[in-house]
């Protein structure tokens, strides 16, 4: 089989080198031509783990290929996916301009029939703006060349991308004829060993279902920061009640961890999305608007708790920061909570020395000179006032501590993630601001 994927960002870049590692021919095309000659040369232009060898190897197998021009991209496929951004727009919906505009490309050079699905996250019925706007080039065209849309959100992780697409909890599909179906179950056979479930469902069903399984993620960490925040004014330790609630199967222990805050490039703009779709349909989502509130309060609380320690005049403090990424293993800094705390402790006169393993660059180009870069975690902490640990790299779990107390200026660290144990930090010497466990600190 042949495939098109359009777009060669996170989603589009894993699943066109996944498909082409089940032996599908597959041509990834971007608009952007930098990132295309970097892959050409089997430079992968982001973070993932695995995801170099893998398309290196399919580089070297000629399975996968790259290229600026969708019309050759498209020619002689059976499928194309398209996988380009849906960024919030300024009233908070998903903007669909990128989606829409392939669908037009697409409708103005396909030659025969095609599956176009919408791999990208988008609002219910937007599969039928792809379908209507392919259907209308063909038309200004003068053509009649038959194709089916489908919907198939993906639900892969950052960080875990490439694992997650080859042993996916579950494949969504949305269709709206056998013949599409047909296609998609030929190229998802090679994912289902293992019992990888494939569920075909009507379109709108499947665009529904991502909105709402990122919003019911959303919701459990903006729930459990919450709870962490009254555990600190009730004297308990959230540690303590993860643990006691996590072991009931109905709720869980996965994402029922408290931090800073959800970010990324998908929780906050697919939330946002969805309650603006509900808002059009004179639905108010309130509990989704009550997770957004919570979020952006909780990314300001390690700030709140600094002016708690030093008061409002940061004015030549110095502070280290530990991790820039939304999350560990990327190097994504989109809505990060770095960025607000940042933010907000530049405005009160501070200085900020940051070190995160692999968004360097990236926080580099966001932030530029605003922020100090440190060569290594060590670096970070000379002569700082606190150290600030934002992101859970697996690297920050055990520092050296007595090499941080000789370095800082003041042994005081505020942590975001809960990575270090209390009693601990206490005998070692340090001031230790965690979240929800007032019944330490
Ligand atoms: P991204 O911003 O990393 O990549 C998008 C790519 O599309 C860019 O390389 C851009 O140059 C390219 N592009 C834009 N217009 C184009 C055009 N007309 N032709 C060809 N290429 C074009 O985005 P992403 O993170 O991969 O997300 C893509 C979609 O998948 C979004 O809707 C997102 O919500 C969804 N999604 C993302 C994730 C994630 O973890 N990143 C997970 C699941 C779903």
């Known amino acids: 089989m042949n495939i098109a994927v359009i777009g060669t960002g996170y989603v589009g870049l894993v699943t066109g080198t996944c498909f082409a590692e089940t032996g599908i021919n597959v041509t990834c095309v971007d608009i952007d031509k930098k990132k295309v000659d970097m892959l050409r040369n089997g430079e992968v232009p982001i973070y993932e783990p695995g995801l170099d060898a893998l398309l290196e190897r399919n580089i070297d197998k000629g399975r996968i290929s790259f290229t600026t021009s969708l019309q050759k991209a498209i020619k002689d496929c059976d499928a194309v996916f398209i996988a380009v951004g849906t960024p919030p727009d300024e009233d908070g919906s998903a903007d669909l301009k990128y989606v829409l505009g392939v669908a037009r490309e697409i409708g103005q050079h396909m030659e025969d029939y095609k599956v176009i699905i919408t791999k990208s996250t988008v609002p219910v019925g937007t599969s039928f703006k792809v379908k209507a706007a392919v259907e209308e080039e063909l038309v200004s065209r003068g053509v009649r060349i038959p194709f089916d849309v489908a919907s198939n959100p993906e639900f892969l992780k950052e960080g875990s991308a490439v694992d997650d697409f080859l042993k996916p909890d579950r494949i969504v599909v949305g269709i709206e004829s056998k013949r599409a179906e047909k296609v998609m179950n030929r190229l998802y056979k090679p994912f289902l060993m293992n019992g990888h479930p494939l569920l075909f469902m009507d379109i709108f069903s499947s665009e529904m279902t991502k909105?709402?399984?990122?919003?019911?993620?959303?919701?459990?960490?903006?729930?459990?920061?919450?709870?962490?925040?009254l555990c600190e004014l009730v004297g308990a330790n959230v540690d303590l009640v993860r643990k006691g609630i996590g072991s009931d199967t109905r709720i869980g222990n996965k994402f029922i961890y408290p931090g800073t805050g959800y970010g990324g490039s998908c929780f906050p703009k697919d939330v946002q999305a969805l309650v603006r779709t509900a808002d059009e349909y004179g639905h108010s989502l309130e509990v989704l608007k009550a997770v957004e509130a919570v979020n952006y309060r909780q990314k300001t609380t390690l700030v709140e708790k600094i002016k708690k320690h030093f008061g409002e005049n940061l004015k030549g403090k110095q502070f280290g920061m530990w991790?820039?990424?939304?999350?560990?293993?990327?190097?994504?800094?989109?809505?990060?909570?770095?960025?607000?705390?940042?933010?907000?402790?530049?405005?009160?006169?501070?200085?900020?020395?940051?070190?995160?393993?692999?968004?360097?660059?990236?926080?580099?180009?966001?932030?530029?000179?605003?922020?100090?870069?440190a060569k290594d975690e060590y670096d970070v902490a000379i002569d700082a006032d606190a150290l600030i640990v934002v992101t859970e790299w697996s690297e920050f779990r055990m520092p050296n501590f007595r090499i941080l107390q000789k370095l800082m200026n003041e042994q005081t660290i505020f942590d975001g993630r809960n990575v270090y144990d209390p009693e601990e930090m206490e005998e070692i010497g340090f001031n230790y601001y965690s979240i929800g466990r007032a019944a330490i600190k």
């Open 211 to 229: 909105y709402a399984a990122n919003s019911m993620l959303a919701t459990k960490i903006s729930f459990m920061n919450d709870i962490a925040n």
């Open 323 to 373: 991790g820039l990424a939304f999350k560990p293993k990327t190097d994504d800094m989109r809505e990060a909570p770095s960025l607000v705390i940042i933010e907000q402790l530049k405005a009160m006169g501070a200085n900020i020395r940051a070190y995160d393993p692999v968004a360097m660059e990236e926080a580099e180009r966001i932030l530029g000179n605003s922020i100090e870069y």
